[in-house]
């Protein structure tokens, strides 16, 4: 029997061809197609929330043997990751003990589904529809960099950036429409987000603090004028009550796994720092003002690339630069925020810049400055690596619909949507590029060899030398 097809129908789906491409490209990254994680010997990094949940079911937080990041106290080792990755582990405990390191690849990559779903929700809340083509593309490429490698890292930020993201949107909806339901996922994202990721910390509280000043003001401009809706005290209470839960948790760990009521864990006892002199390099401390400049010319200078005639001929820079008053402890496979996710980024600047003034945007307005608040901390930091990149996100998402919300007035519009489609096919090849040479380095054996040999391919044809072309760990 045929049936028509509708023309709405075939739109739809073509709208969403970039993140569903997306979706593919990185489960072929994370080894899930072909399913390498299940054969290969997982990669560095990839059983450390594995061994914390074995640890678990020990009744212990310290984690048996030796790895990188431990934070040795007492003899014993711990890490100082959030432990929200690993507690999504324990329905699947059984498992986790008879395949440890087979987990964090579909985990970093349901984070990842997440976190776009997150994104074109957002989408929908602030610009009245989903993504078009271009903006799938946009919001779709970022996240090659954190599929690109399976360690606890990525991991890290990816359930992270999802949490911080939904935090966010909670808090729009919550101002838009007061209700008791949205206050309580605003407060569950804001305390789940720096478990999995401390940097969301600072970001978490703010956005409760911004619920506390909403609810005062309400109550305030309706004093007697009936008309203005009031909000209940209690909605300040619950507030006031997940910003203690966030500290709580943060300190209180620290407290489980360190042995004190800190909200970071001491540096000097983490094992990389055990050599003086890199521990003098830094000062004894991971964020320093003296970074600012380092931090800011590196994030957001063009430049942040190497170019090369050697497959994948797009490559991240070895080394980041380095101004003499930084404390830097390392740089690894860096690139720029405007090479990476410069589509969203111009969205976002823009968005921003032309909604100061307007009344209606002051709820987008102020989650992108909750938002931009933990990601911005970076700029400080020790170290300089492009999956940091990606703590960026939730701001740039919320900016960016910001900006296509804004665009829509535009008579200039369709140029408009020209240029961002090259700009972000850009940050498509750049975030691709940056994902080869990080698999090259870290990714399953298997797959190394595979794309060692796909590499030799492309550079006999091309008559290049590609053996230093991407940096080895």
């Not at 970039?18 to 560095?44: K, M, R, S, T």
């Not at 305030?220 to 209690?234: D, I, K, M, N, Q």
């Not at 380095?322 to 830097?328: A, D, R």
């Not at 698999?439 to 391919?457: F, K, M």
Request: glycine share 8%.
């Amino acid at each position: 029997m045929h049936r028509d097809v509708d023309p709405q129908d075939s739109t739809r789906w073509m709208k969403r061809l970039p993140i569903v491409l997306c979706l593919c490209a990185c489960a072929w990254l994370l080894g899930l197609i072909p399913p390498l994680f299940l054969e290969d010997p997982p990669p560095f990094g990839a059983a450390l929330y594995d061994r914390q949940v074995m640890a678990w079911l020990r009744g212990r937080w310290d984690i048996s043997g030796s790895f990188l990041e431990a934070f040795k106290i007492d003899g014993r080792s711990y890490m100082y990751f959030g432990p929200l990755p690993a507690v999504l582990r324990l329905p699947l405990a059984e498992l986790v003990v008879q395949f440890p390191g087979r987990f964090a690849p579909p985990s970093i990559f349901v984070a990842l589904v997440v976190v776009l779903w997150g994104a074109v929700t957002t989408w929908r809340q602030v610009v009245g529809r989903g993504p078009g083509i271009v903006e799938g593309l946009a919001l779709s490429a970022p996240l090659l960099i954190i599929a690109a490698r399976v360690a606890i890292y990525h991991e890290a930020i990816a359930w992270g950036s999802a949490l911080a993201l939904w935090a966010g949107l909670a808090f729009l909806r919550y101002v838009r429409q007061p209700s008791t339901t949205h206050l309580l996922v605003l407060v569950a994202t804001a305390i789940l987000a720096p478990l999995a990721r401390a940097t969301w910390s600072v970001s978490s509280v703010l956005l409760l603090l911004l619920v506390v000043a909403l609810v005062v003001f309400k109550r305030s401009a309706s004093r007697g004028e009936v008309e203005h809706a009031t909000l209940p005290r209690s909605h300040a209470l619950v507030a006031l009550a997940g910003i203690l839960a966030v500290g709580l948790a943060t300190a209180g760990l620290n407290r489980l796994k360190f042995g004190a009521w800190t909200l970071a864990p001491p540096i000097a006892a983490h094992v990389v720092y055990q050599d003086p002199a890199r521990l003098q390099r830094i000062d004894g401390r991971l964020f320093h003002l003296a970074n600012l400049r380092t931090g800011l010319v590196n994030y957001l200078s063009p430049l942040e690339l190497r170019l090369a005639p050697a497959f994948p001929w797009i490559h991240p820079v070895a080394a980041a630069r380095s101004f003499p008053e930084s404390k830097l402890a390392e740089s690894e496979h860096f690139v720029s925020l405007p090479l990476a996710t410069g589509a969203l980024l111009a969205l976002a600047i823009g968005g921003v810049l032309t909604s100061l003034r307007l009344s209606p945007c002051r709820a987008e307005l102020l989650a992108i400055l909750a938002l931009s608040l933990g990601p911005t901390s970076l700029l400080l930091f020790s170290s300089l690596c492009s999956r940091y990149l990606f703590d960026f996100y939730p701001p740039l998402v919320m900016g960016a619909a910001l900006g296509v919300r804004r665009l829509a007035r535009s008579p200039y519009v369709r140029g408009w949507y020209l240029a961002l489609g090259l700009l972000a096919t850009g940050n498509l090849l750049v975030n691709a590029g940056v994902g080869v040479a990080i698999q090259r380095s870290y990714a399953h054996q298997s797959r190394r060899d595979q794309l060692e040999r796909v590499a030799a391919r492309f550079d006999r044809a091309l008559g290049v030398d590609g053996s230093e072309a991407s940096p080895k760990p």
